[in-house]
T-cell receptor, first 111, second 114 residues
Framework: LAKTTQPISMDSYEGQEVNITCSHNNIATNDYITWYQQFPSQGPRFIIQGYKTKVTNEVASLFIPADRKSSTLSLPRVSLSDTAVYYCLVGEGDAGNMLTFGGGTRLMVKP | NAGVTQTPKFQVLKTGQSMTLQCAQDMNHNSMYWYRQDPGMGLRLIYYSASEGTTDKGEVPNGYNVSRLNKREFSLRLESAAPSQTSVYFC?????????????FGQGTRLTVV
């Protein structure tokens, strides 16, 4: 199983760029990297997904180096409403259709 | 667009009681999942169903059973509730059984076992 490691928590201020790095040393060839966001009392919400290099959407960017052993979620100019838990997931490959979450990174955005 | 619907939203059980948590999705997804989330913790996978007619154990299956009733519905049953099962339960679904696609989550069921 591809295990992920993220910082437990991060603090930032409004207007700053936030980068959250996830380590996944045993990522498999066919695995994708996916990030979810979870607000209190809500289910997780998909943010972004990538396989290699860089992916950008209206919410975030995802940077994946050539060896794919880590990835960085970048949130530009965060606001108070970006305070949430962010989860990095890596595909389970031969394990089939499991979708497992780690502990996530608790981001606190301050005024 | 209902997405993933869970019922009930809240439930209090006495130790030893049984109950079934219901989940339905209207996106024609093949895969469905049940998670539990304890306070301040991440989500842990209880059971999943890659496609209609199949179910598999996740990380923490003990004390639970599931039924994939049809493509839309995936229920989670607690046969004899225990205080350790107090948690928030989330159901999710994704397309074609591929983990590399977006999963959609319900709003959760907050279960308290006293």
């Amino acid at each position: 199983l591809a295990k992920t490691t993220q910082p437990i928590s991060m603090d930032s201020y409004e207007g700053q760029e936030v980068n959250i790095t996830c380590s996944h040393n045993n990522i498999a060839t066919n695995d994708y990297i996916t990030w979810y966001q979870q607000f209190p009392s809500q289910g997780p919400r998909f943010i972004i997904q990538g396989y290699k290099t860089k992916v950008t959407n209206e919410v975030a960017s995802l940077f994946i180096p050539a060896d794919r052993k880590s990835s960085t979620l970048s949130l530009p100019r965060v606001s108070l409403s970006d305070t949430a838990v962010y989860y990095c997931l890596v595909g389970e490959g031969d394990a089939g259709n499991m979708l497992t979450f780690g502990g996530g990174t608790r981001l606190m955005v301050k005024p | 667009n209902a997405g993933v619907t869970q019922t009930p939203k809240f439930q209090v059980l006495k130790t030893g009681q049984s109950m079934t948590l219901q989940c339905a999705q209207d996106m024609n997804h093949n895969s469905m999942y049940w998670y539990r989330q304890d306070p301040g913790m991440g989500l842990r996978l209880i059971y999943y169903s890659a496609s209609e007619g199949t179910t598999d154990k996740g990380e923490v299956p003990n004390g639970y059973n599931v039924s994939r009733l049809n493509k839309r519905e995936f229920s989670l049953r607690l046969e004899s509730a225990a205080p350790s099962q107090t948690s928030v339960y989330f159901c999710a679904s994704s397309e074609l059984g591929q983990i590399n696609t977006e999963a959609f989550f319900g709003q959760g069921t907050r279960l308290t076992v006293v």
